[in-house]
């Protein structure tokens, strides 16, 4: 949450500060922000509430030239999103200015404390404490870099931070913990981003920063160090993917996009790792693991949002085709309520942004337990990627749309993946593998025939967008999925949509239905699916509008509901990555035509690095 860009070089600053803030504007946007250096090393800033558009229609009369600055889109925590919010926050004499991502969680305490000193505050934000602390620091040492560490000291809770100052004009200094933070190695420039999507257009050479680590970048170079002012050796490693996979490329949303370029990021997930001959499957990144994890007591799996709903299939997943008890738990719950773990459990973290603050916690958790811990993540040199023992990377590639859709499919196909390598270590046959691995290299041409079809959803969008709630309802491996399609409509339309195993409809859910409700049923034909259609059967009779979800050539199901949607045939266990991408397109085109703003819903940011 909130995207952070800070550069010093020779390029023009106020342009490009405001390129990578759109290009990480995912991350936040209500509010933005912008301060720079000018030549005579005065400090000017701008800060406007709302989009980083709006920043840029402000910042046209800010005629300066600069070589140092920093930039901010923020997602509010503290404070109303206003001007007056926005970052960078200053200290009292603003000499200082800073951005932060992050929660200082004892702010208050520090806020009072300074208030009796005689500090005066202007925002009501967490981050202008730790400027006006920076500021009494400075005041005693005068030295900005060690007046920095002296404040971080202070402070609990996360933070991913970069400041310039009037009284050290030629450098930025930058820290971390909990918030991501990279720096971009340039050619005689130098880049601090909480996203590598703002500095691929100028370098592809970076340094994640560790947590309690800190970088001071200056026009000839930058150092890294920790927090406490030890030396640190950092590794340069190279982004991995380029520019064009991080715009639009013709289609009018990134959502869109993104949901289309699944045929392709599913194959991606298997590429090089699929063993079609011998059924079974390579995962080098689990090399380290192998034995260990052939004789786990345990599986828990821990994400949040729609990663947790692709841990759901997960379970299914690995109990099915390996037999070894699954648990699922959101990332939150589990940090906080004391897990039991034994030192041969196995702890899957799940995350496309691979920074989730609740799931990076729970790693510590796990950790302090003596669990092992293995990511599933996309994002390449991610806080959580690398805080693991060993993980699988879903190579989507870049996710913009603040709704996930590709990384699910992705994260569903490496728990395919998975859950059929732990099978035939344990008791699953070749021939079955085999089976398994035929389909799943199908999958990404099912995919293409389904995104054929997009037109006919788009239809019947048209005749439920003004609809206040939606029911989806779903069993076995589609139970998560209808899930997953509740909360892709909810998100980005708006409409209240409820999720529920198809049985559970008449404990409770059925009360709602009547002529104006509309129930998505997830349907595929596989062993329960007569049980599915007794719960269409309960649904028609309340008259209920049915939306389905089935296989192709399935027409008798047409009879009984308003509208089917057809995917083709799989085996069961592989249904969910295709029965979801109708819902995706259901939820992208209902939003659509209520005109919402699809890439940035009200409320939300792509990576919730906050608690
Ligand atoms: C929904 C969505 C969120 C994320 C959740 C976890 O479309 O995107 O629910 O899935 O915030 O994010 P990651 O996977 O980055 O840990």
Not at 511 to 518: E, F, S, T, W
Not at 580 to 597: C, E, H, N, S
Request: overall charge negative; glycine content about 8%.
């Amino acid at each position: 949450m909130c995207g952070i860009i800070g550069y010093i070089g020779k390029k023009e600053i106020v342009p490009l500060l405001l390129t990578g803030l759109k290009r990480m504007e995912y991350r936040g946007y209500d509010s933005a922000g912008l301060s720079i250096l000018d030549s005579s090393s005065e400090l000017k800033s701008i800060k406007k509430k709302g989009r980083v558009n709006d920043l840029e229609l402000a910042s046209m009369d800010l005629n300066v030239k600069g070589i140092i600055g920093i930039a901010h889109t923020r997602w509010a925590t503290h404070g109303y999103p206003n001007d007056i919010n926005a970052h960078p926050h200053f200290d009292t004499k603003m000499n200082i200015s800073l951005v932060h991502n992050g929660i200082i969680e004892n702010y208050s305490i520090i806020k009072q404390k300074l208030i009796q000193e005689g500090y005066s505050f202007r925002s009501d934000t967490d981050t202008e404490v730790l400027a006006v602390l920076i500021e009494r620091f400075y005041d005693k040492v005068k030295d900005l870099e060690y007046a920095v560490r002296l404040a971080l000291n202070e402070v609990n809770g996360t933070f991913g931070i970069a400041l310039i100052s009037k009284y050290e004009p030629n450098k930025i200094i930058a820290a971390r913990r909990g918030s991501p933070l990279i720096l971009g190695i340039g050619d005689n420039e130098y880049l601090v981003a909480s996203d590598a999507s703002a500095i691929i257009e100028h370098t592809k050479n970076v340094i994640y920063l560790n947590d309690d680590e800190m970088a001071i970048l200056s026009p000839d170079g930058f150092i890294t160090k920790t927090i406490a002012n030890k030396k640190v050796k950092s590794e340069i490693h190279q982004l991995e993917f380029d520019l064009e996979q991080i715009e639009k490329g013709g289609f009018e949303h990134f959502m869109l996009k993104e949901i289309f370029e699944q045929t392709q990021t599913i194959r991606d997930a298997m590429r090089g790792r699929l063993l079609v001959d011998e059924g079974n499957v390579k995962l080098g990144g689990l090399r380290s693991v192998r034995d260990r994890i052939r004789n786990a007591r345990r599986i828990i799996i821990t994400a949040c949002g729609t990663s947790y709903n692709s841990a759901l299939v997960g379970e299914y997943l690995i109990e099915q085709l390996a037999h070894i008890p699954v648990e699922v738990e959101y990332a939150s719950e589990f940090r906080y309520r004391s897990p039991i773990l034994f030192e041969d459990d196995f702890v899957i973290f799940i995350s496309q942004s691979g920074e989730t603050a609740d799931t990076y916690a729970a790693i510590q958790e796990a950790k302090q337990r003596g669990a092992t811990c293995l990511g599933i993540v996309n994002v390449v040199g991610s806080s959580i990627a690398r805080a693991t023992d060993a993980g699988i990377y879903i190579h989507a590639g870049p996710e913009i749309g603040v709704a996930s859709t590709k990384a699910f499919t992705s994260q569903l196909t490496v728990l395919s993946l998975l859950a059929l390598y732990l099978g035939r270590m344990r008791n699953l046959s070749t021939i079955d593998g085999i089976k398994i691995a035929k389909e799943l290299e199908a999958l990404p041409d099912k995919v293409q025939m389904i995104l054929n079809g997009a037109s006919e959803i788009e239809r019947i969008a048209n005749e439920y967008y003004q609809s206040r709630n939606f029911l989806y309802l779903g069993r076995g491996y589609n139970f998560p999925i209808a899930l997953e399609g509740a909360l892709k409509l909810k998100e980005i339309s708006y409409i209240h949509a409820e999720g529920y195993p198809a049985a559970e409809m008449k404990h409770g859910p059925i009360a709602l239905i009547d002529k104006n409700m509309p129930v998505v049923v997830v349907a595929p034909k596989d062993e329960i699916y007569e049980k599915v259609v007794s719960n269409i059967e309960e649904v028609k009779a309340r008259e209920g509008r049915v939306i389905a979800i089935t296989n192709y050539g399935n027409t008798d199901l047409e009879k009984l509901v308003d509208h089917c949607i057809y995917i083709p045939d799989t085996l069961p266990l592989l249904t969910p990555i295709l029965t979801v991408i109708p819902l995706q397109l259901l939820a992208y085109y209902t939003a659509r035509l209520l005109g919402r703003d699809i890439d940035k819903p009200r409320n939300l940011a792509k990576s919730v690095t906050v608690e």
